[in-house]
């Protein structure tokens, strides 16, 4: 029932942003949207699922300077004998994107920090506690019109050696693929 509930506000908010899309200028925006991925390298995870919320001011037609969150689950594998937990990121960055033309081929970055949430330890069978986060980049390139990007790109929580086990890194990245959809906020 929470996923529905969720799926019909998500369903609303894009449907408002439809309405008001036939009449705002594109120079402020709310981009809401979606990404799956694998995850590399893949010691203790194997797949990643994720949502995406950004705000985004063209500085120049061009050029895209913006704030972006969201949070994105990756789904844990067994690995040398662990029993790894599944964690969660909840980015808080900066965005940037660069689009050459008007529609067509763009790229961009978020970089900030990542929040890794959930379980407290590595493994249900390890004492190694989780990191609480660490510098996050997450580039993409793909391919934009004036209400939808659509994307390639690598996320990745660099959190040095914490959490590592004996005959396991500890990681949290994926490359996938995503979308989002423009909702204007005016002028």
Do not use: C
Not at 79 to 86: E, I, S, T, V
Not at 142 to 171: A, S, T
């Amino acid at each position: 029932m929470k996923m529905f509930k969720q799926a019909v506000l998500l369903a609303g908010v894009l449907t408002a942003g439809a309405l008001s899309a036939q009449s705002a200028q594109m120079n402020n925006m709310i981009k809401v949207g979606a990404n799956v991925g694998l995850a590399v390298p893949s010691d203790n995870l194997s797949a990643a699922v994720g949502v995406d919320v950004a705000y985004q001011n063209l500085i120049t037609p061009g050029f895209g300077l913006g704030i972006a969150t969201g949070y994105t689950h990756y789904f844990a594998k067994d690995n040398n004998g662990y029993d790894n937990n599944d964690v969660g990121v909840i980015p808080v960055a900066a965005l940037l994107r660069i689009y050459p033309k008007q529609t067509g081929f763009y790229f961009g970055t978020d970089i900030g920090y990542g929040i890794l949430v959930g379980n407290d330890k590595v493994a249900a069978n390890s004492v190694m506690d989780r990191p609480g986060g660490g510098f996050y980049l997450k580039p993409e390139i793909g391919y934009h019109n004036r209400d939808w990007n659509f994307f390639l790109q690598y996320q990745k929580v660099f959190v040095g050696n914490n959490g590592d086990l004996p005959g396991q890194d500890y990681n949290v990245g994926n490359i996938g693929a995503g979308f989002s959809y423009n909702i204007p906020l005016g002028k």
